[in-house]
């Protein structure tokens, strides 16, 4: 789950962080009250969504008069930002960070994340803070500094001392930079989040370490022991179907196809899109049922699925072990019937009840084709919407 | 012959009392697991099907002589039931359960691996090997059929359909591990090739990866460096978007890395046999086999 700049910075300053001072705005009178209220001269407009790349978009702009800070709120605010991370139709603004400017000497890079590979959270962090992480890998590798987080203990001490002198923090600096650090990890580790990133942690001229933007993720399995971090979710920023799919216990992924697929199992359904494409078709999106799906699920699913009106094609495809194939048969009939399906509808089924489930779909007397392997299954449903 | 579970198992499972813990121990000793206990707090003296529960994994082992244990109990208490098998000297622990928070995952992995045990999964089907009649996990057994192919997967479904691919071509299967789709597994792709490796029942493997990470490419590394038999390898997802979960919590490409392509790629350059088509999975197997032969 991803917080927006504000709800991380908010997070932050709950471990003793510093972050710049700032109000949330909804309204360009708002903004312009913020700015009042900041009292100084140089303030920062942030536009408040999830994708990334909101600078280079222009949604983070610097003001110097409150009449300034309105005309950025006018532009911004009800309007779609388009980022290179949010596609075509970019992110409706509804709120506004408005921030103090700050005197800052020297940007910094630092985030923490889980080192799958190592199996373990580590933090990362460079002097080159402002750019993008991915493009100081690329171009100058050994300028990213890696350093262990204890997943109990949090970051050693020593650790984060070791990084503030490679980083040449300079040294009235250096203890409150290192104490940054630890704090940072404490907050990863006790939010349960999947990554934090200061892009840029800066020092000032007048001499502090600040958290100049902010950027969590949290980890949705940890979500159950984290109640009031459940609250930060803003469902504006996720795909509607897909927070739908998520309340009927399904996974759902839209994709850009025409040949929606059902299927059980995350890795089936991932090498069942792969195989429509192989056959020439598209996927219209990833559609995981789950290990034991009832009937019900299996009528959400098709209504998620027809809600696409990409979609001009259904492919079923089922290996049953714990789930029976005579009852998610039974799910099928009972979707085509209470939808009044008109696509074509390909149907695999394999594993437990196998026998029982494709005598219920030929009983049916619908227009279901059966399919006895998925490179067959694949062929049918390419051939039907083509 | 197989890898980690066969006739010498004695399984307990923790979470007996639940609905799926109670379904899948009866069809796991069905199958022919030796299970010789359950464990669930506050239900010690009582019996599943005449299995005997006891209230703590220590006791259970004291009595029974259990050696492995299959964890279904709920993700906000797995990381708990982990650290308690492992505390008690349990060796083999296998865990279905799914959604436990990665934190938890990074936490059991260094439990178990300072305790000496060995952790299957989380969020896995489990491990079975059909010529030694022990099933460890919720695969059906009956696609199943005794041989000397080996089997490792991060997914569960997949990995039924490429051992039925196989069945049905009369390749039979000596162990098969499905490792679990997390970011972080007790046993990995390695491990298990390591073991097949050294397995004389063990001919031939079947490697299954997904995107996300770049666990598949150390695999194929290792393959490269270590392993000198026959290896077909599968990933999936080459159709999966950037930056989105597949369901599974570790199937992601973060950062323009862990994609299908450069998984296929690695695997390739070390003389992997890759399936371009999940539908040939049995049949590359096959041509594997056949061309050393």
């Known amino acids: 789950m991803k917080l927006h700049e504000f709800q991380a910075k908010e997070r932050f300053r709950a471990y003793g962080l510093s972050t710049p001072r700032g109000l949330v705005a909804d309204s360009v009178e708002a903004v312009r009250a913020a700015y009042a209220e900041l009292g100084g001269e140089l303030a920062v407009v942030k536009a408040q969504i999830h994708a990334g790349g909101r600078g280079k978009a222009g949604g983070v702009k610097l003001v110097r008069s409150a009449d300034e800070a309105a005309g950025v709120a006018e532009a911004l605010l009800g309007k779609a930002l388009v980022t290179k991370q949010n596609g075509p139709d970019g992110t409706i603004v509804r709120r506004l960070l408005v921030e103090e400017g700050l005197p800052i000497a020297k940007e910094y890079y630092v985030a923490i994340t889980l080192d799958r590979q190592r199996e373990t959270p580590i933090l990362m962090a460079s002097a080159e803070g402002g750019t993008e992480i991915e493009e100081v890998a690329e171009r100058n590798p050994g300028a990213i500094l890696r350093e262990d987080v204890d997943p109990v203990r949090g970051l050693a001490e020593f650790r984060a001392r070791r990084v503030t002198y490679a980083l040449g923090v300079p040294k009235p600096l250096a203890r409150a930079f290192a104490a940054t650090l630890v704090k940072l990890a404490r907050a990863f580790l006790d939010d349960d989040a999947s990554m934090v990133e200061v892009n840029p942690l800066v020092t000032t001229k007048d001499d502090r370490v600040i958290c100049l933007d902010g950027k969590m993720l949290l980890d949705d399995n940890a979500l159950f022991r984290h109640p009031g971090l459940s609250e930060l979710r803003d469902e504006n920023e996720e795909d509607p179907t897909e927070v739908r799919a998520k309340a009927a216990g399904l996974s759902y992924v839209n994709l850009d196809g025409n040949i929606g697929c059902l299927v059980n199992g995350a890795g089936l359904a991932m090498a069942t899109m792969d195989i429509i494409k192989l056959h020439g078709g598209e996927p219209a999106n990833f559609l995981d049922v789950g290990g034991s799906a009832s009937a019900e699920q299996v009528t959400t699913a098709f209504k998620i699925i027809l809600g696409d009106p990409a979609v001009k094609g259904i492919l079923v495809n089922i290996f049953g072990g714990i789930m029976r194939c005579d009852i998610v048969a039974q799910g099928v009939v009972d979707a085509t019937k209470a939808l009044g399906l008109e696509c074509p509808l390909v149907v695999r089924l394999h594993g437990t009840n196998m026998a029982e489930g494709r005598a219920i779909l030929e009983s049916s007397g619908l227009k279901i084709t059966p399919a006895g392997n998925m490179r067959e299954a694949a062929t049918k449903i390419v051939e039907a919407v083509s | ?293």
């Open chain 2, 1 to 293: 012959m197989s890898i980690l579970v066969g006739k010498d198992t004695r399984l307990i499972t923790q979470g007996i009392t639940g609905e799926y813990g109670r379904l899948h121990t009866l069809a796991c000793r069905a199958y022919g697991t030796n299970v010789v206990a359950g464990v669930t707090p506050g239900r010690g003296g009582s019996a599943v099907d005449d299995i005997p529960v006891y209230d703590t994994v220590s006791e259970a082992r004291e009595k029974t002589g259990a050696n492995a244990t299959m964890i279904f109990v709920p993700a906000a208490f797995a990381a708990d039931a982990v650290e308690e098998a492992a505390e008690a000297g349990i060796e083999l622990i296998v865990c279905i359960t799914e959604g436990i928070p990665a934190l938890d995952e990074a936490r059991m992995k260094r439990i178990v691996t300072a305790a000496g045990a060995r952790m299957i999964g989380p969020n896995c089907p489990g491990i079975i090997s059909p010529g030694e009649k022990c099933k460890v996990g919720i695969m059906p057994g009956f696609i199943h059929k005794p041989g000397r192919i080996g089997v490792v997967s991060r997914s569960g479904t997949l990995t039924y359909e490429a051992v039925w691919q196989f069945s049905e071509l009369g390749l039979g299967q000596s162990t098969c591990i499905g490792i679990g789709g997390d970011p972080v597994i007790g046993t990995t792709h390695i491990d298990s090739l390591a073991l097949f490796q050294e397995d004389d029942g063990t001919e031939a493997i079947l490697m299954i990866g997904e995107i996300g990470g770049t666990a598949e490419e150390e695999a194929a590394q290792f393959v490269r460096d270590h392993v000198t038999k026959p290896v077909v390898g599968f990933v999936a997802g080459r159709t999966a978007p950037a930056g989105k979960r597949m369901g599974h919590a570790g199937a992601i490409i973060a950062g323009g890395k862990g994609t299908a392509a450069e998984k296929m790629e690695a695997m390739r350059a070390a003389g992997i046999a890759v399936a371009e088509s999940p539908a040939d999975l049995g049949s590359t197997m096959a041509e594997a086999l056949a061309a050393r032969a």
